[in-house]
Structure formats: structure tokens, C-alpha cells
């Protein structure tokens, strides 16, 4: 496996060498299926929008290569990208007569020029030596953009607006985040970093994605539709009427999604109630994994920029250095949001007050009505040591036999 930085390759003209005979087994392959009239986004190997980075992640052998659709200097752009030597990523030529082409011959559709350059096995440029050898098919969640229909708009996010929606194809209501089309490529890149995440973890208090959408613009993120929205705005609702049973039951179900995600080795990062929902029965989900890392340490190199400073562990605050512990500081911080029916931590005090009473020893009390174990449990979330905070699986456990007792 090779790879380096990506570089536009020059555009040459040279002389391509014979074709070889076509093999049975190549003709037979997805690739090959041609229909004459057939859209290139209905090509598995087109895939569309998505950007370079996710692009290069999914080229790993020598010879794989996708087609997608970039816009430079405003114009859109078909693009071969190829891993050869690194990752080479060449822009589909048009020609006076509207055909397509690279260094050799031109062809009435792209598919036939890919085609053409998969079976034939002549290098697409002369200069890059870079040889079709495999298509590399979209992912099975990569969905089309037209068989989602967008509804109410029910939310805002970092990166554009979410909505209700249904897909035309199951009758399926989901949630859809959509992704600005005027962002840079390093945002719409950070916008699908969630699902990226998302698609590999499969637990009932982890929002589910459904898939991503990249076919065309706006690039969208589906997941699951959970029926009561924000944790923090239903515990603003219904504070007066829930119970201890069914806040501590929030606190498990809390803990144990942060335990799932902890085992993968993945650091939430934003781990809040607003970034939480609320689903039949009263399950909580962990969702918003736009912050999220899959290391088990991660330092911040691109300054504190949106950080949510009273939910932040102070070793992350201070240096940097997030891990799952700092994780388990939020989690104490989601505990007291839950015990007091969704008000802001710290309150009447500025993030930088806040900062410095942390520092110098202040926790916050308990909030009324709250099980004496479970501020205990709080505080232990709250240690300054990151050593000597519970990790996920003890918290778990703490909060699963509190709440038996309360049968």
C-alpha cells in the first residue's frame, strides 16, 4: 500500500499503446455493465461529492481508483482518482465536440472513457504511469441524494440545518444533516468525519446512522429519527415530572453508551445533554460525533476554538489532552444537567470564573433531590487528576446497582 500527498497530475499528450484482448472475467465485472443512456451517478464507481480526503482513505491498494465530482474556481469537475505511486487524481478533459478524454482517445461518455482505460490498461497519463486496475464501488451507506426528501426543518447544527425527512424508497422517517454548500472542502471533510465514525458502531444508546449522501450537493448525513429530540430541551419540559427512578435511568442509559464508545476507543469530546436524545420510553442516545476522535489520546493542534468550557475536563482545558477521562468529566457534568432538569452548570458564572473556581478545588453542589451516591459518583467524575476518575464500565456499574435499589 502506498501513500503520499495527493497532486493534480499535468495533462500530456502521448501515444497510447494497443489494446490488449478483452478478458471475459474483466467484461464481467460491475464495472463493465454498461447501459448506453445510463447517468454517471448511477455508476457505483462514481462517488460524487465526496471530498479528497475520504477519497484517498478508501484507494488502498495499487490500482484502485473512483470517479467524483469536485468544484474548483467555481466550475464543476469530473475527477479519475487513482492510487499509484501515492494517490493521483486527474481531471476528466472535455473536448471541443463535448467528448472525453485524458492523453489518448476521446469518448462520447465518461463511462466509455473508463472503461476504455480499465480494460485497454494503458497508463492514464503518460507522466503518472497510473493504471486502472480495480473499481472501488461506493459503500453501502453511501445513499442517493434523491431518495431523500426533506421535510420540517427541525434544528440547526455547526455545519447547516437538519430536518426531518423520509426515504422515498422504504417510507423510513430519519433525520438528515445537511452540510452548507458554500464551506470549504476542510469543513465538508470535518462534516463527514461524523458519519464516518458513526457507521462503524451499532448500540441501542448510540444514535444509528442510516447513511451518507454525497452524490450531489448538499452533502447530508442520515440517522435515525429519535422521536423526543434534545435531552436538554425535554428535561427543560417535563423537569416537574420525572422522577428519580427515571433520571437515574437517564444516567445509565448515558453511561452506557460512554461505556460502548469507550471500548472502541473513542473520545466523544462534546459529551453534553444538548448533544443528547431522547427516544421512546425514555432511552437517551449519545449523538453529535462531530468532535469526536478514535484515539484513546488526543491533543488539540487547531487551537480551543468552540470548545464548551464548562463541560471540559481542565487537563484538556489546560494542555490540550483529551481522553476518554475527560469524557468521564463530562459525563459528570451531563449527570448534574439531568439532576436539575437542564440548567446551565456553573450558573452566574463566566466560562473564565468558572475556569478558575475549577481550578482552585470548587464542585458544584448537589442538586435538589439527588441521591446522596449519585453526587458521590459526580464528584468522583469531577477528580482534577484524570487518574483518579472512574472510568465508564465502573460508572456503569455504580449507577445500574443504585438504580436496581430503587426497583
Known amino acids: 500500500m502506498s501513500s503520499c500527498s495527493s497532486s493534480w497530475s499535468d495533462v500530456q499528450n502521448v501515444q497510447l499503446r494497443p489494446e490488449p484482448p478483452i478478458r471475459k472475467k474483466r467484461v464481467k465485472s460491475l464495472l463493465m455493465t454498461l447501459a448506453t443512456n445510463r447517468p454517471l451517478y448511477e455508476e457505483e464507481w462514481f462517488h460524487g461529492v465526496l471530498p479528497r480526503e475520504e477519497v484517498v ?29 501515492g494517490h493521483k487524481h486527474f481531471i476528466v478533459q472535455i473536448t471541443a465536440d463535448g467528448h472525453y478524454r485524458f492523453e489518448g482517445p476521446a469518448f462520447p461518455s465518461i463511462q466509455e472513457l473508463i472503461m476504455h482505460q480499465h ?8 507522466r503518472s504511469g497510473a493504471v486502472l486496475k480495480k473499481p472501488v464501488l461506493r459503500e453501502r451507506w453511501e445513499l442517493s441524494n434523491d431518495d431523500v426528501i426533506l421535510q420540517d426543518k427541525i434544528g440547526r447544527g455547526n455545519f447547516g440545518d437538519v430536518y426531518k425527512a423520509r426515504l422515498k424508497s422504504s417510507k423510513k422517517q430519519v433525520a438528515v444533516k445537511t452540510c ?26 448510540i444514535v444509528k446512522l442510516i447513511g451518507i ?15 423526543g429530540g434534545s435531552l436538554l430541551n425535554y428535561l427543560r419540559k ?6 428519580t427512578k427515571q433520571l437515574m435511568s437517564m444516567c445509565r442509559d448515558a453511561a452506557s453508551g460512554m461505556r460502548y464508545l469507550e471500548s472502541k476507543n473513542c473520545i466523544h469530546r462534546d459529551l ?12 437517551v442516545k449519545i449523538s453529535d460525533f462531530g468532535m469526536s476522535r478514535e484515539e484513546e489520546e488526543y491533543i488539540v493542534s487547531d487551537g480551543m476554538k468552540q470548545i464548551p468550557i464548562k463541560w471540559t475536563a481542565p487537563e484538556a482545558l489546560n494542555f490540550g489532552k483529551y481522553t476518554s477521562l475527560c469524557d468521564v468529566w463530562s459525563y459528570g457534568i451531563l449527570m448534574w444537567e439531568i439532576f436539575t432538569g437542564g440548567d446551565t452548570p456553573y450558573t452566574g458564572m463566566s466560562n473564565s470564573r468558572a475556569r478558575e473556581r475549577i481550578d482552585s478545588g470548587y464542585r458544584m453542589p448537589a442538586p435538589d433531590n439527588t441521591p446522596q451516591e449519585m453526587h458521590r459518583l459526580m464528584l468522583k467524575c469531577w477528580s482534577y487528576e484524570p487518574e483518579a ?6 460508572i456503569y456499574n455504580v449507577v445500574e446497582a443504585l438504580l436496581a435499589r430503587e426497583m
Open 57 to 85: 482513505r478508501l484507494l488502498k491498494n495499487e490500482g484502485d481508483f473512483l470517479v467524483r465530482e469536485t468544484i474548483r474556481n467555481e466550475e464543476s469537475q469530473i475527477v479519475l482518482s487513482v492510487c499509484w505511486n
Open 272 to 283: 453534553a445533554a444538548r448533544n443528547c436524545l431522547i427516544g421512546y420510553e425514555n432511552i
Open 119 to 126: 480494460q485497454s490498461e494503458a497508463p492514464v497519463t503518460g
Open 389 to 394: 476518575r472512574p472510568h465508564f464500565e465502573e
Open 213 to 227: 449522501c454525497v452524490q450531489k450537493q448538499p452533502i447530508m448525513i442520515v440517522m435515525e429519527l429519535v422521536p
Open 238 to 243: 417535563n423537569a416537574t415530572t420525572l422522577n
Open 180 to 205: 452548507r454548500m458554500t464551506l470549504p472542502e476542510e469543513q465538508k471533510r470535518k462534516f463527514l468525519q461524523e458519519g464516518r465514525i458513526l457507521k462503524q458502531y451499532d448500540h441501542p444508546n
